[in-house]
């Protein structure tokens, strides 16, 4: 056997173990009764908050060798840990452990005639996979999410953020152990070997979901690759559009937010439509609310006409996710318009219409066919921490199983529960 | 240019022309009242017993050449329709009609302190393709149910079924027309070219789910192939478990239904677990009313040495969904016994426990990690009609999205819907 062959099967075989491990670990959790997940949690982050002194150290390291390799600020800033972050990461595991349990409850029950009854109840949905990139807090924000809605975890960070996401881990199976749950219930890819993430992607028998957190190549290998069914999304070219019924004032507010708070989340609104009739007299005060707030302006020739000074939008600007502080505008006529051009350009993220006519803002509510559809607030707001599930472990924006923010309950499945006495089928 | 790659491109140039018609009609579907749908299936079915005499007639011509074929009884009895199915599927589109609209019902809402309100509503899924081999029927039901929840279709039965098929479609699409309702909502794939196949697998632009109906090859290459997202279930390893506080002439009657009112559906009972406590009073008579229907009995070796004359069961036999007139049974030292028999050998999709003693009922349901488990009915029960759903376009085994029997409600996604006054995120 060379040497090349015999290390994959090694690497197989270690990644079959991990999966055995996460599947015994999660049968147990899923049988846990809330009051110990919750206890899991909560001692997580009591002993994230104990071990923070060493976790700054190690996050140090991790930050100390990005450096060398050349990363680039917006890399460091997502991988630098402070206290204030470290804190983040304890209260989201607490606001976790304080909402109420995802599992078990009833959604639905009915009877039959003959007296037979149904019922749907909530049940976990086994192992998942999280698949991530320098973000440290993600292994504990999908960890405990997963720990919450009776599922087993299976980590693979980048190599960048090791020694954080190893130290984290610690936390959360200090947890574990202390609610007398199995460690196993939350695990790390043992290696780096990059060829660990195919082996990922195959494990079928032992994986039930594969959530990538990562860029646009990240999601698009999974989605590419992955036998395991994935929950992910790809990006979001979000439009904020100004209705001729809107408030100017609301408008001007409203739209620097939902560019501005953030340039670089998915949330963040990348195109701004106007409606013709209201164009002349409100692009002029929006252009120059953006432009105060350090944001590049691009528009197509009707914009251009009205304010001379911006940047000419070329077509591929339509689909470009900016995430940087770049906005482009596009005069449209009326709400039909609207909704068209995001038929053809939103990646069905987040929408939203600024409009004082509720009719206008029912219809872009019921018809624009995206995860997340807002009338007069922030496209910012997809978020959800801010939708009050205690934290997303990502946003969905897929058709299938869950779509939106993700918080613990997307993180379950159903099942029928039917009972008779002695009923045959006829 | 060759010949062959010529075609290809045709075949790829045709698909997504298919795929783009659909995609438009769905788009009408989705926006529709109601109303229109149920006309159109209301309509579907006065206009497929209207051509039930071509109808016949072209099924004839199908079975006439699936016999020169040389496919057996099962397959021909699965393809032939009488005046009987005919009613049965126009039967199905009038129940799926009268059943709520599944589309625009708001399942969540709620509010922030700040006034913020949030609502989660159902919406379509989009295009769906449904693979499926023999049985006309499951063109009817499939379409209807995605009409119902406002999806489009794309069919694509097998080459044995071909004008059956077209009959069928030809009469959805008059309902579709009636009702003002685009016709290309429901579709066939209009060649029997099996490249075509292919190409739905990569149609990830175009087709929102798959859906597999037929036997465990087709399914498994579905599985393994397909980019678009699956749907599906692989088999029905069902288990009638007759836990000692059980009354056993319950047993008899439901353990004989659960294996052979019929045995070739995915709900029926594959194997029969007994409670050492009860195994020497009860496996007689329960064994003598299963081979009195015509079952034969295989066992583990507590079984035989209770009842000798029946066949010794080999280890494959617990993983073996018969299909037959075959059942296996294994002798278990109880609930714990039971349950970790299942865990090995079911394959998630119907279990049951017989038992007097609720205690053990509750703890079999909620522990038993299968999309339908059940107490003291047959475990063929399972199927979407007997649920109350009005038909069903498939039972699904895996975890995402739905599971169990899949009907139109199944069908459908969400999306959030979220109302301000101007927020802005800090």
């Known amino acids: 056997m060379t040497h090349s062959s015999q ?17 015994r670990a999660q049968r147990v959790v899923q049988r846990s009764p809330h009051a110990m997940r919750q206890t899991a949690l909560k001692a997580a982050a009591v002993a994230l908050r104990g071990i923070s002194v060493d976790l700054l150290k190690a996050n140090a390291a991790d930050v100390a060798q990005a450096r ?8 460091i800033d997502r991988l630098a840990l402070d206290e204030g972050r470290i ?34 109840a909530r049940v976990p949905l086994g192992v998942i996979a999280v698949i991530f990139e320098s973000r440290p807090n993600v292994a504990a924000d999908a960890a405990g999410l997963c720990l919450k809605a009776g599922n087993a975890t299976i980590l693979r960070g980048g190599s960048e953020s090791r020694r954080s996401v190893e130290m984290i881990l610690s936390a959360m199976q200090k947890g574990l152990e202390q609610a007398g749950l199995p460690m196993e219930a939350v695990n790390i890819v043992p290696t780096q070997d990059r060829d660990a993430v195919g082996e990922l992607f195959r494990m ?6 594969l ?59 990348e195109t701004l439509l106007i409606d013709e009739a209201v164009a002349a007299k409100y692009l002029p005060p929006l252009v120059k609310a953006l432009s105060d707030a350090q944001c590049r302006v691009r528009g197509d020739a009707a914009a251009k006409a009205i304010c001379p000074d911006i ?28 909704l068209a051009h995001i038929d053809r350009h939103g990646s069905g ?21 995206a995860a997340i559809v807002m009338h007069n607030a922030s496209t910012q707001f997809a978020d959800g921490g801010e939708f009050g599930f205690g934290a997303e472990i ?6 299938l199983h869950a779509r939106g923010p993700v918080g613990a309950e997307h993180l379950t499945s159903y099942h029928y529960r039917v009972r008779g006495s002695g009923h045959i089928r006829p």
């Open 349 to 369: 993220h987040t929408e939203c219409i600024i409009a004082s006519d509720q009719a206008a803002a029912d219809r872009f509510l019921s018809e624009v066919d």
């Open 87 to 120: 804190e983040g990461m304890a209260k989201s595991l607490e606001a976790i452990a304080a909402r109420p349990d995802p599992l078990g409850a009833i959604d639905q029950s009915w009877a039959r005639e003959d007296g037979m009854r149904f019922e749907r």
């Open 68 to 75: 060398e390799m050349g990363k680039d600020d917006a890399f």
């Open 311 to 338: 940047e000419p939008a070329s077509d591929e600007d339509w689909d470009t996710e900016w995430l940087d502080a770049v906005i482009n505008v596009r005069v449209v006529d009326g709400l039909d318009a609207a």
């Open 204 to 209: 079928t028998e032992h994986i039930d979901l």
């Open 211 to 269: 959530i990538p957190r990562g860029g646009r190549s990240l999601v698009a290998r999974v989605q590419e690759e992955s036998r395991v069914p994935v929950l992910g999304h790809l990006m979001g070219v979000n439009h904020s559009y100004v209705h001729a019924s809107a408030d100017l004032e609301m408008a001007k507010a409203v739209v620097v937010n939902a560019k501005m708070r953030r340039t670089g989340v998915c949330g963040a609104t």
């Open 7 to 23: 290390s994959t099967s090694q690497l197989h075989d270690q990644m079959i173990a991990l999966g055995d491990g996460a599947k």
């Open 394 to 399: 990502g946003i969905a924006t897929g058709r």
